[in-house]
């Protein structure tokens, strides 16, 4: 399987962070049992495991009735947790009568990174033998939750403000407890030059 390849900006001179969330820890699929109309719309499934401390993508079909809630190729929601059995989505269904029993929902489980640490280098080209940063859960630059599978980068103003480069590559890597590494995700980061400054 290809490493997932995620495109960043930067702007020089400011804050920056980007976190991604690592689903690779299966599928959980079951049926809609409850859509009540309106925006957002509120859809009950008992139990559905979604996380608390992030939107997470979800694939609805099969509803009949509401079809504007069903998931095209490139439609796929940001769903939001109310709590263990309901969630919404940013959809209107004002206007709609959903068929009781029709739907379900899927969405793929976050990592269990409990136990990981992770490690990320940004670089020129490749094959650089120096880095631009370096981010690492032991310096700050890289904070994990378990809740969500998630992995935030985070680079301080000071430090950008000293980037001169107009685009780079980076990976990230997820150490687990026994030693293995797995390179999530990759790609490259674009900076904004910063145009005004003091």
Known sequence: ??????????????????????????????????????????????????????????????????????????????????????FTVPVSTVASEWLVGTGEMTFYLPTNIAAFTARCKLKKYWHSTTALATLTTENGGIVLDANDGSIKLIITDTVTAGFTFTTCVYDVEMISGTGEVTRAFKGTITLSREITDA
């Not at 599928?27 to 608390?52: C, K, W």
């Not at 099969?62 to 709590?83: H, P, Q, Y």
């Open 1 to 86: 399987m290809s490493t997932p390849h995620f495109d960043l900006e930067m702007d020089q001179g400011a804050d920056w962070s980007n976190t991604f969330n690592w689903y690779g820890g299966g599928t959980f699929r079951a049926p809609i049992e409850e859509i009540d109309p309106g925006y957002p719309t509120q859809i009950r499934v008992t139990a559905h495991g979604l996380p608390s401390s992030s939107d997470t993508p979800v694939i609805l079909s099969g509803i009949i009735g509401a079809e504007v809630l069903n998931s095209k190729d490139t439609g796929i929601e940001m769903c939001t947790r109310v709590d263990a059995d309901y």
